[in-house]
Antibody, heavy 120, light 113 residues
Framework: QVQLVQSGAEVREPGASVKVSCKTS????????INWVRQAPGQGLEWMGI????????NYARKFQGRVTMTRDTSTRTVYMELSSLRSEDTAVYYC?????????????WGQGTLVTVFS | DIVMTQSPDSLAVSLGERATINCKSS????????????LVWYQHKPGQPPKVLIY???TRESGVPDRFSGSGSGTDFTLTISSLQAEDVAVYYC?????????FGQGTKVEIK
């Protein structure tokens, strides 16, 4: 079955970077875009951006442009999300989620989530 | 950006009673090319990733109990739980996938009264 398995929890100091991975299985990797969504404590869901694993093209939410980089490794079927210049407000659970329709669909399934904690 | 606004922010419903959640988009999310509403509902429980309940505004995902239903078109949508069960305690989100950036409602927390 389709699975997205994310890397484990991370702790970073303010100003540092974090790179979260999302390893996929159970489907043709290059056929489905991957989205990244985060949820800060007590907050709602926030879309960060999307990557096309086929060519690597990306589209980032305005809020994260300049700080986020999404990449993929087709040999390992893994997508990565790197967030730099971390601040305490970036403490959140980060999810990857497969797009159901070439960047025009809803998100299904989701990874299990990765908690990133930023504190000094 | 399309702003999604849910109401209420939270609600407490007795077991077996109906729960109704509203979602309003700041712009139309009905596509004229395929007559589909680009609106999805998710259920989110603590410690789990969100789960799709309803897509295209009214199509129930496979395996989702039929007490969940979605309705609406254009800018106004509703998620209804016809008979609330204990396992339905969660936060529910609507999301539009009509345009980028994808945007979510702020969430509605459903609890047992």
């Amino acid at each position: 079955q389709v699975q997205l398995v994310q890397s484990g929890a991370e702790v970073r100091e303010p100003g540092a970077s974090v790179k979260v991975s999302c390893k996929t299985s159970g489907y043709t990797f290059i056929s489905y875009y991957i989205n990244w969504v985060r949820q800060a404590p007590g907050q709602g869901l926030e879309w960060m951006g999307i990557i096309n694993p086929s060519g690597g093209s990306t589209n980032y939410a305005r809020k994260f442009q300049g700080r986020v980089t999404m990449t993929r490794d087709t040999s390992t079927r893994t997508v990565y999300m790197e967030l730099s210049s971390l601040r305490s407000e970036d403490t959140a659970v980060y999810y990857c989620a497969r797009d159901t329709n070439m960047g025009l669909g809803w998100f299904d399934p989701w990874g299990q989530g990765t908690l990133v904690t930023v504190f000094s | 950006d399309i702003v999604m606004t849910q109401s209420p922010d939270s609600l407490a419903v007795s077991l077996g009673e109906r729960a109704t959640i509203n979602c309003k988009s700041s712009q139309n999310v009905l596509s004229s090319s395929n007559n589909k509403n680009y609106l999805v509902w998710y259920q989110h429980k603590p410690g789990q990733p969100p789960k799709v309940l309803i897509y295209w505004a009214s199509t129930r995902e496979s395996g989702v109990p039929d007490r969940f239903s979605g309705s609406g078109s254009g800018t106004d949508f509703t998620l209804t739980i016809s008979s609330l069960q204990a396992e339905d305690v969660a936060v529910y989100y609507c999301q539009q996938h009509y345009s980028t950036p994808r945007t979510f409602g702020q969430g509605t927390k459903v609890e047992i009264k």
